[in-house]
């Protein structure tokens, strides 16, 4: 079989990183990109299997996702893929209008391409599909808690009815046991509540030019099409000119700290940030208070520097431990002010660390890992050791380096940052 590479689009950077973990699992190189690289940055891909682009247009304009959807394609098109994955959350989240369907529609027709799979489950995470509706962990996806999501409340569990509402392509279902396709139906939601449905799916979709779907898809689908396996990178590993600089810093820290930044309000995050400070330094940001983000860092980032000059402990840096602070700062500067806020506070903490020379971050939330990526300009990363299912340590390319774990807000379990630990490079 021809040795095939694998161009991907993802609408978000962790459920990107998500991805790109499943596709390590089986085997393949796999290099993601924080937005479609300029050409002056040099991205060095020529190694990669596979290349993910990380969007962040899950909850943009429609027409803005599609743009930025087709600029990252003919990137990939460029680079040499001749398949190509569209990955949205295994929650189905989009808008009413979109951006899963004119996203998907776009792409297809771009590529030439007729009938489209759409395949979000993730049994290992509990998302399943069974007649077309989807469940979170056993419960419909409208009576999980994503009918609260702040964003995208999904209230509609059959996906059929939510992906017709975003396309005017004719939106049926298919069971991979049944095997039969249903017969007008162009956009096709599938079944999937085993590994074994999946691999059935992806055999099924073997021929296929562009499959979208969940993470969990995309590793037999590699398979399946026979995508090129170079083996694993070692992609956690510093090097020698990392540490020299990491160990040169003269504000406290050492190599072996690293942080935790926990921004996501997920009840999975608010669990791991329980555990782990009942045995580690944590410092809560209080939003509401009416000092200026960059003086929030500042007097953060000094805190951090004092509990370097006792301990190299990791510590934890978290903004939404309950609900009450949340709903405190909503209440002080209105939802989107009160986000933006904690996003600068989390830009600039994370510029700071990096400057004291911290190489290991730990990140929760989808939107907080975007701040972090973008606060430490960082094009692109290898993928490398998976912490927990969808959450894989990371390395930026170029130099000096820098390991991130970028966690999805409900991925992981109570003792995630201790795994990430313990695994960390
Ligand atoms: N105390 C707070 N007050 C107001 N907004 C906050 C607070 N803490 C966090 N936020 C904001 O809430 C949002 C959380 O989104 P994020 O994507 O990081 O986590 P998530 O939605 O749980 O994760 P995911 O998108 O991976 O499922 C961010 O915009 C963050 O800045
Ligand atoms: O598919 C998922 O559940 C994740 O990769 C994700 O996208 C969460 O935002």
């Known amino acids: 079989m021809m040795s095939r590479r694998l161009g991907c689009i993802a609408d978000d950077y962790t459920g990107a990183t998500d991805?790109?973990?499943?596709?390590?699992?089986?085997?393949?190189?796999?290099?993601?990109?924080?937005?479609?690289?300029?050409?002056?940055?040099?991205?060095d891909l020529q190694d990669a299997d596979a290349v993910v682009v990380a969007l962040k247009s899950r909850s943009i304009a429609a027409d803005k996702a599609v743009?930025?959807?087709?600029?990252?394609?003919?990137?990939l098109q460029s680079w040499g893929a001749d398949r190509f994955f569209y990955k949205y959350c295994s929650t189905f989240d989009s808008t009413n209008q979109g951006n899963i369907g004119p996203v998907a529609d776009a792409l297809a027709a771009e590529l030439g391409v007729e009938q489209l799979f759409f395949c979000p489950a993730f049994p290992e995470n509990g998302r399943t599909v069974h007649c077309g509706h989807l469940f979170v962990n056993g419960v419909l996806l409208s009576e999980s808690g994503m009918r609260d999501h702040p964003?995208?409340?999904m209230t509609d569990s059959n996906l059929v009815r939510v992906l017709q509402a975003q396309t005017?392509?004719?939106?049926?279902?298919?069971?991979?046991h049944a095997r039969r396709e249903p017969a007008s139906a162009s956009r096709i939601v599938v079944d999937a509540i085993t590994d074994d449905d999946l691999q059935s799916a992806a055999s099924l979709a073997s021929e296929h030019l562009l499959l979208t779907g969940?993470?969990?898809?995309?590793?037999?689908?590699?398979?399946?099409?026979?995508?090129?396996?170079s083996g694993r990178w070692d992609a956690g590993a510093m090097n020698a000119s990392d540490r020299v600089a990491f160990n040169g810093t003269d504000r406290g820290a050492t190599s072996d700290n690293c942080v935790v930044l926990a921004g996501s309000c997920s009840d999975a995050t608010r669990i791991q940030v329980a555990e782990f400070e009942k045995t580690h330094p944590a410092w809560h940001?209080?939003?509401?208070?009416?000092?200026?983000?960059?003086?929030?860092?500042?007097?953060?980032?000094?805190?951090?520097?004092?509990?370097?000059?006792q301990s190299n402990q990791p510590?934890?840096?978290?903004?939404?431990?309950?609900?009450?602070?949340?709903?405190?700062?909503?209440?002080?500067?209105g939802e989107w002010e009160a986000a933006s806020r904690t996003e600068s506070i989390f830009a600039s903490v994370a510029s700071g660390l990096?400057?004291?020379?911290?190489?290991?971050?730990?990140?929760?939330?989808?939107?907080?890992?975007?701040?972090?990526?973008?606060a430490l300009k960082i094009p692109a990363v290898r993928i490398g050791y998976e912490i927990a299912p969808g959450v894989p340590w990371v390395t930026s390319t170029g130099s000096p380096s820098i390991s991130l774990a970028l966690k999805s807000g409900n991925f992981g379990g109570p003792r995630f940052f201790f795994d990430a630990l313990e695994t960390s490079p």
């Open 315 to 333: 510590l934890l840096i978290s903004s939404a431990a309950n609900p009450e602070v949340v709903a405190a700062a909503r209440a002080r500067w």
């Open 214 to 229: 969940g993470s969990a898809i995309a590793r037999y689908w590699a398979e399946a099409i026979g995508i090129r396996r």
């Open 285 to 309: 940001l209080n939003v509401a208070d009416q000092a200026s983000p960059d003086l929030i860092a500042e007097e953060t980032l000094r805190w951090c520097e004092e509990q370097w000059s």
């Open 168 to 176: 005017a392509c004719p939106a049926g279902w298919l069971s991979t």
């Open 354 to 374: 990096a400057e004291r020379g911290i190489r290991r971050l730990i990140v929760a939330g989808g939107e907080t890992s975007g701040t972090v990526v973008g």
């Open 67 to 75: 743009k930025q959807s087709l600029d990252a394609l003919h990137f």
């Open 151 to 153: 964003l995208n409340p």
């Open 19 to 43: 991805l790109c973990s499943m596709l390590v699992r089986a085997g393949r190189r796999v290099i993601q990109c924080f937005g479609v690289p300029d050409p002056d940055q040099r991205i």
